[in-house]
């Protein structure tokens, strides 16, 4: 089992930047990749940046490619979403989640399958 958690979230002006952090734990040497998803008010998730724990490979929704990049630290267990020019748009509940590593996932969607979930860490754009 692995255990997320994420921090970082905060109500910022547009343009700005912010980085989240999800930090795991448990069995987290199991996981082929994680990711980070969001969801606003009455709209469904949606995936936005994932990795592969091994090789680092990244993959991005259209709509965060060029301003987020997902980034990690293997022997922290730590990922992180450095978010810039950020948009009202962008305003969400922000979930990191990871894969229980039952097989290798395809990422091109930046889609990390989520089987396991953080509690969420709210960002706030106006």
């Known amino acids: 089992h692995v255990q997320l958690v994420e921090s970082g979230g905060a109500s910022v002006q547009a343009g700005d930047s912010l980085t989240l952090t999800c930090v795991a734990s448990?069995?987290?040497?199991?996981?082929?990749?994680m990711g980070w998803f969001r969801q606003a008010p009455g709209k469904e998730r949606e995936a936005i940046a994932a990795?592969?724990?091994?090789?680092?490979?990244?993959f991005y929704a259209d709509s965060v490619k060029g301003r987020f990049t997902i980034s990690q630290d293997h022997d922290k267990g730590t990922v992180y979403l450095q978010m810039n020019s950020l948009k009202p748009n962008d305003t969400a509940m922000y979930y990191c989640?990871?894969?229980?590593?039952?097989?290798?996932?395809?990422?091109?969607?930046?889609?990390?399958?989520?089987?396991?979930w953080g509690q969420g860490t709210q960002v706030t754009v106006s």
């Open positions: 989640a990871a894969d229980r590593g039952d097989r290798i996932p395809d990422l091109s969607g930046a889609y990390c399958p989520p089987d396991y």
């Open positions: 448990g069995q987290t040497y199991s996981s082929f990749c």
């Open positions: 990795i592969y724990t091994g090789a680092g490979t990244t």
